[in-house]
C-alpha cells in the first residue's frame, strides 16, 4: 500500500512537471527567452548562418508574439535576405507595437532609403533624433546624410554631416565622408579645416593623405600636394592610390624644351667652350626628391590619355562607356575608381557644381561626342 502511494506521487509530479513544460511554466519568462533567441539569431546571421538565424527568431516569435524586438530582429533578417515586403510588414509591426522606439524608427529609416523611400526615410530618421534619451542621434544623422546623397541631394547630406558634429564633434567616419563632400563640391577650405579635425581623432592612411593631395591640388599649392604626395608614396609604396598617383602624375604638364637652330646655339655657347650642352630634362620635381617623371615629348609610357583632359585612361577604363551608380557610392569615389577627375565627370554628365547623384544613374566615362547614344 505504502509503495502504490509513493508510486501515484510519482507519476502525479511527472504528469505536473509535464503540464509546465507545455505552457512554460509559472517560472519561465517568455519575454526573456525571446530575447535571448532574438540575441541568437542575429548573431547566426551576421555569421551567414541564415537557416539557424531563421529557426531562432521563428522561436522567438512563439516566446513574444507580441514582442516589437523580435518583429525587429525578423525585419532585419528579411531586409538581409532581400525579402523587402516582409522586411517591411515586420518593420511596421514592430514600430506599431513600440512607436517610440528611437533605434527601430533609424533602422526602418534606412530600409525605406535603401528602397529609394527618401521622404518616409526622412521622417522616421527624424523621429529616432527627436526621440527622448536617444544616444545614437549622430549615427542617425549620418544616416540621413548617406541617404541624401544617395538621392543626388548633397547640400542636405552635407547639412545632416554637420549636424552629425555637433552631437559627436570626434567621429572619424562623418568628418571623413563629410570632406569627401567637400572636395566633391570644390569647397576646399572647408575640405581642409574638417580633414585637421579628422586627422586629430584617425591615424594617417593612404585615404587620408590623398584627400590632402585633392585638397591641396584644388586650392592651386602643388608644392603641398607635392609633399603629401612624397609621404604616400613613403608610408604606403604597394596601396592602390600610390599607384594611381603616380600614374596621374605623369599626365601632369612637363616643361617643353625646344631645340635651338645651330646658329642660336653658337650665339648663345660661352666663347671658351666648343662643346654646348642642351639643357638637361630631368624636371624639377627629381631634384627635390620626387619621381623622375617624362617629358611630354620623351614619354616612356604607352598608357593612354586623354588629351582633354590629361586623364589616364587605362585598357580596362576605354571599354567601359558608363557606369551606374551604387549604393553608397559618390562622385569623388566614383572618379578615384576610374581614374577621371571630378571636374571632368561632371562636364561630361551636366551635372551641377554640388556633383549630386544618384542611385541608379548612368555616368558617362568618355567625352559625349565618343559615345553613341
Not at 600614374?247 to 653658337?266: A, D, F, H, N
Amino acid at each position: 500500500m505504502r509503495i502504490c502511494l509513493v508510486l501515484c506521487l510519482v507519476l502525479l509530479a511527472g504528469c505536473v512537471s509535464e503540464n509546465q513544460s507545455d505552457g512554460f511554466g509559472s517560472s519561465f519568462d517568455q519575454e526573456e527567452a525571446a530575447q535571448t533567441r532574438v540575441s541568437l539569431g542575429l548573431t547566426y546571421l551576421k555569421n551567414g548562418n541564415y537557416s539557424q538565424a531563421k529557426q531562432n527568431l521563428d522561436k522567438a516569435l512563439t516566446f513574444a508574439p507580441d514582442s516589437a524586438s523580435t518583429h525587429y530582429g525578423l525585419a532585419y533578417y528579411y531586409q538581409v535576405v532581400g525579402e523587402v515586403e516582409r522586411a517591411a510588414e515586420a518593420y511596421e509591426t514592430a514600430m506599431e507595437l513600440a512607436p517610440n522606439d528611437a533605434d527601430i524608427a533609424n533602422s526602418y529609416g534606412a530600409f525605406l532609403c535603401q528602397n529609394g523611400r527618401y521622404d518616409q526615410a526622412k521622417n522616421f530618421f527624424l523621429q529616432a533624433v527627436n526621440a527622448e534619451q536617444y544616444a545614437n542621434s549622430a549615427q542617425t544623422y549620418e544616416n540621413m546624410a548617406l541617404c541624401a546623397q544617395s538621392q543626388g541631394k548633397g547640400e542636405d547630406a552635407i547639412m545632416y554631416l554637420n549636424s552629425a558634429l555637433k552631437h559627436q564633434p570626434g567621429r572619424a567616419k562623418t568628418l571623413f565622408i563629410l570632406t569627401e563632400m567637400y572636395v566633391a563640391t570644390e569647397q576646399f577650405e572647408l575640405a581642409e579645416q574638417t580633414l585637421k579635425k579628422y586627422e586629430r581623432v584617425a591615424r594617417v592612411s593612404a585615404d587620408s593623405l590623398w584627400m590632402a593631395i585633392e585638397i591641396a591640388t584644388g586650392k592651386g599649392d602643388l608644392a603641398t600636394a607635392g609633399q603629401y604626395g612624397d609621404m604616400l608614396l613613403s608610408m604606403y609604396p604597394d596601396s592602390a592610390l600610390s599607384k594611381l598617383y603616380i600614374r596621374r602624375q605623369k599626365t601632369l604638364p612637363q616643361p617643353v624644351i625646344k631645340k635651338k637652330s645651330k646658329s642660336q646655339e653658337m650665339a648663345s655657347a660661352p666663347v671658351a667652350s666648343t662643346n654646348a650642352v642642351e639643357p638637361s630634362a630631368t624636371p624639377t620635381s627629381q631634384v627635390r626628391g620626387e619621381p623622375a617623371m617624362p617629358t611630354a615629348e620623351a614619354s616612356v609610357d604607352n598608357t593612354p590619355v586623354n588629351k582633354q583632359t590629361g586623364d589616364v585612361q587605362t585598357a580596362t577604363e576605354q571599354q567601359t562607356a558608363f557606369h551606374i551608380v551604387q549604393p553608397g557610392e559618390n562622385l569623388y569615389r566614383i572618379s578615384l575608381k576610374y581614374n577621371i577627375k571630378l571636374k571632368t565627370l561632371k562636364q561630361w554628365n551636366d551635372l551641377e557644381d554640388n556633383g549630386s547623384i544618384k542611385i541608379g544613374m548612368k555616368l558617362r566615362l568618355a567625352p559625349p561626342a565618343s559615345q553613341s547614344n
